[in-house]
């Protein structure tokens, strides 16, 4: 089964090099393990374009699609046999990447 681990963060700038060796480190062990599917940092939300075609017109807004906060910062997609190794995984991902994670399966 895959799932999706989105990396949250609530401050401005990306991983201190600290963190980026540690997320790297973790990024050998999934592929190492068998775990890896994608993973990918984003931009920060001020980066962020929102397309709403669901009307006569396509509106274009610059900017994230919510206010707020917290903000995905990066994500994981892996694969993993069952829900409870894809939180231990999302667990050391945190730790890893020194932000709170969010796990949810693909349908």
């Known amino acids: 089964m895959q799932y999706l681990l989105s990396v949250i963060h609530d401050r401005p700038g990306l991983a201190v090099p600290e963190e980026q060796a540690a997320i790297d480190v ?3 062990r999934l ?3 068998g775990y890896w599917v994608f ?5 920060m939300p001020d980066t962020a374009t929102v397309i709403d075609n669901r009307g006569d ?3 274009v807004t610059d900017g994230p ?3 707020s906060k917290e ?4 994500f ?3 694969e993993a046999p069952d829900l409870d190794v894809a939180l231990a995984l999302a667990t050391e991902g945190s730790r890893a990447c020194n932000r709170k994670v969010e796990v949810r399966p693909f349908l």
């Open 26 to 28: 973790f990024n050998d």
């Open 57 to 59: 017109e396509p509106l």
């Open 65 to 67: 699609f919510v206010e």
């Open 39 to 43: 993973a990918g940092g984003l931009g």
């Open 76 to 78: 994981w997609i892996i």
């Open 31 to 33: 592929q190492a393990e």
């Open 71 to 74: 903000f995905l910062a990066g």
